[in-house]
């Protein structure tokens, strides 16, 4: 069982900043967590992975500006979003990857406008 619980977001000024949280309670072990994003009418895109080793991978339209982070005792990812524009304007989701599972969080808003 996988409960997801997400923080964080908000409306910001685009050059503002932001922090995503994802919670987890699992009972299992997490290989991988991710942010993913969706804005209207567009597809859900990949954000920002990290493996259970801290490896990470960014799309190119936030490399430099977003870092994602992992508390490993506490299950919980972050993800700080710096310089934000208007086109980062979407509904974040996590993603957490285990060996027999993949699970979504509910999303959470995040809008860049001044």
């Known amino acids: 069982q996988v409960r997801l619980v997400e923080s964080g977001g908000g409306l910001v000024q685009p050059g503002g900043s932001l922090r995503l949280s994802c919670a987890a309670s699992?009972?299992?072990?997490?290989?991988?967590m991710g942010w993913y994003r969706q804005a209207p009418g567009k597809q859900r895109e990949l954000v920002a992975t990290?493996?259970?080793?801290?490896?990470?991978m960014y799309d190119d339209s936030v490399k430099g500006r977003f870092t994602i982070s992992r508390d490993n005792a506490k299950n919980t990812m972050y993800l700080q979003m710096n310089s934000l524009k208007p086109e980062d304007a979407a509904v974040y989701y996590c993603?957490?990857?285990?060996?027999?599972?993949?699970?979504w969080g509910q999303g959470t808003q995040v809008t860049v406008s001044s």
């Open positions: 990290i493996t259970n080793i801290g490896r990470t």
């Open positions: 699992v009972s299992g072990s997490i290989t991988a």
């Open positions: 993603n957490v990857l285990g060996p027999t599972f993949s699970s």
